[in-house]
């Protein structure tokens, strides 16, 4: 008896050790808010108050200073982000993370950004403010990597520090470019639906907008052999522990239209949700220089500000900018392809991988003349084709980070202008206004035109001499509109007007946040900071009351049950609004994905089903196909017997809707409301696991909002009990030049990414409300209400 005793008097103490150890060790690695603190390479005393937000704001006597300064402080609250985001384009999260993303690895090693990065280093001007401030900022990252507290990530998972690069830099905005793209998800799996069906099948796709007006060039191959491409790049996005960039709004009314007849500027990037969130604020002060901006984790100059004197933001602008060409073998050499201008040989990459726990992996990644051939790095493809992708960032000089050097730095309006001019991908719409009355929306991009035979939504044929041609249009093309006559530009990720009778190609997405945002806009002109506040959080869909009365007179009424007729009567009396009270919007939803499911998952199969399900198009296609009652879609070739029709489906889907929604939340149909099953959770790469969830996620909170409304919660429609929201709003910003130092913001959790940080999500619980804090720019109210912490030089 004693010697259990012992055993577990020993085991307590052992316990009670650990215990008090780990939590020192936590509460020893918080970021450091106030104090002294010495810093190399910077020439005068520098002082960072933090705000009640923990958003530092930085006083310098110069820019470098400042930057190094900054570098320091980003460091201190998101390194571990930092390590995450320069890992990714590289490939090299296998290090980390072990065989788990190896298949990530391999695809991102192989695109060819780390090489595109070091070429752009190489070429950067070395006197250049870019380069010197860029690399200030760097020194402050890795002074705080070599004398700071290690992220308790660094310590879970065994990271050993190694200093932060130029390269690092580039490499985090190919990430960020590459997940802009949507041709990746989207070109096989068209490709597969033409080369299986016909052209019949897609017009009801709205390809290139025209609807099956135009008579575009088939091209004959194999079948479902695309669509594995689709899934493969869409699993490694999805999996992956870095968000991706997906959508926006953006606007900016002029003096004409505000009731202080100054500009206001309102932007809300829509970026897939994580922990710790994708911005970090930060403010710089300097006698040449002010900057309130927000920052990428391991990138020195903002890609949204503001100042006393402008303001930009930014949305995706969903250009086509990668292309797809089957390359045709030698048959006698598999070495070589088919050229105009006959065989040439493949070029060979060698990469090694490394691999956590495990042995390295070597790649050899074969190069056509349009880019890497990407079916020899995506796992699961059974076709032995060679299908190239030409991606525009890797294809032109990178000129990416003068670029965000020069929107921070801009003088004026036409200086900012010139400056976009610089970005060749990704596709932005970048939105501006100043203090002197300014408004603008300019599209950034290379941009060209290909045949009129030629669809670029399709697999390309890279042989022939024609698919590949472009011609590129200058600068001046690119939409844009500057101080229009109607006093106002917005910009939800929608087609722009035809470019000399030219419809771009691209990625749109619905005309719904557009029609909703323009219809709100065009009529009022007495515009407040506050009124646009609530226009942020608006969670009314322009088109769903239209989709809904469409969709309802194709249903056979008289086969519905009575709680099927009762969630009939709720859903015919429904306005679009998706707050969290209301019980429209999840009979709604659920019914979308039914009648999605059983119009298309016979032709795509359950597989390609789900990735249509994450594609833009998918979106794009409900109002006009529900519409047409000819539409191919609607007869399910798997019965043979029976030809089905809209009538037909949609009745069904509604019943099986309903049927869903009753074993789920019960009979009572009042009860259904949207909160119940639209949530959110904002997930660490690490929380992912049951053992560290608690201590790493933001835990799950109901959200108003949905798909498409101005009020973006963006999830995937099925059959689950809960819609988890996988991304939405990165930040809700308002600039106001009437009240400039009182401007709005607010992030989704916050800004420090350290989860013992008092900052970790301390606006969270204004995020779900739709709230807002000050961004502030009075230096004596800074000075009242923050701590302080003092960088002396050494």
Known sequence: ????????????????????????????????????????????????????????????????????????????????????????????????????????????AGIGIDENSAQAVARLDKNSQTYILANAYLDGINQYLAEGTTPIEFSLLGIKKEKFTLKDVYNVFGFMSFSFAMGQKTDPLLTDIRNRFGMRYLKDFGIHGEFGTKQLKSYKGDLKE??????????????????????????????????????????????????????????????????????????????????????????????????FFQEEDNPNDNKQYKTVEGYKNYSYHQKTIKVKDSSDVKLNVKFSQHGPVITGLLDGLTSKKSVAMSWMYTQQRNKILEAVYGLSHAKDLTDFHKTIALIHAPGLNIMYGDAKGNIAWIASGKLYKVDSSINTNFILNGSNGVDDKKEFLPFDKNPSAINPSWNYVYTSNNQPEAIDDYLYPGYYLPRDRAERIDGLLAPKNDWTKEEVGKMLFDNTSATAEKIVKSMT??????????????????????????????????????????????????????????????????????????????????????????????????????????????????????????????????????????????????????????????????????????LRVKGGPSTRRIIDFSDIENSWSVLPTGQSGNPMSIHYDDQTPLFIKGKFRKMKLNKREIEMTSTKLVFKPI
């Open 553 to 722: 007179a194709s249903v056979k009424m008289s086969q519905l049950s009575p709680i099927e007729k009762q969630a009939m009567q709720v859903l015919q009396n429904w306005k679009g609004k998706h707050n969290m009270k209301n019980v429209s919007p999840t009979i709604y939803n659920k019914w979308i994905y039914f009648y999605l499911r059983d119009t298309f998952e016979d032709e795509f199969g359950k597989d390609n089903f789900k990735l249509l399900l994450g594609t833009h198009i998918i979106k794009q296609v409900i109002e006009n196909q529900t519409q047409n009652a000819e539409s191919p879609w609607w007869d399910n070739i798997g019965t043979k017997d029976k030809k089905e029709t809209r009538s037909d489906i949609l009745t069904q889907s509604f019943k099986e809707a309903v049927v869903s929604l009753e074993k789920q939340l019960g009979s009572d149909v009042k009860e259904w409301k949207w909160k119940r099953v639209h949530q959110v959770t904002f997930e660490h790469p690490i929380g992912k696991l049951a053992l560290f969830s608690r201590f790493f996620n933001v835990d799950a909170y109901p959200v108003s909002g949905s798909n498409e409304v101005i009020n973006n919660q963006l999830f995937l429609y099925s059959d689950d009990e809960v």
């Open 226 to 323: 695309y669509a594995a491409i689709s899934k493969s790049v869409s699993v490694l996005l999805d999996k992956s522990p870095v968000p991706a960039f997906i959508g926006s709004n953006s606007w900016v009314i002029g003096g004409a239209k505000t009731k202080n007849g100054k500009v206001i500027l309102a932007n809300d990037p829509h970026i897939l949700y994580s922990q710790p969130g994708t911005w970090y604020e930060a403010h710089i002060s300097c006698p040449d220089y002010e900057m309130y901006g927000y920052y990428i984790a391991g990138t020195p100059f903002p890609l949204l500000g503001h100042n006393r004197d402008y303001a930009y933001g930014l949305t995706m602008f969903e250009n086509d900018d990668v292309d």
């Open 1 to 108: 008896m004693k010697v259990i005793k012992k055993i577990l008097l020993s085991s307590l103490i052992l316990i009670v050790i650990v215990t008090v150890t780990a939590f020192s060790y936590l509460e020893y690695s918080k970021p450091q808010y106030d104090g002294e603190l010495s810093l190399k390479n910077i020439t005068k005393e520098t002082t960072v108050y933090f705000d009640e937000y923990g958003v530092p704001h930085i006083y310098a006597a110069n820019q470098k200073d400042a930057m190094t300064a900054l570098g320091y402080v980003h460091a201190q609250d998101r390194l571990w982000q930092m390590e995450l985001m320069r890992r990714i384009a590289p490939g090299k999260l296998s290090e980390i993370f072990g065989n788990s993303v190896l298949k990530t690895d391999k695809f991102f």
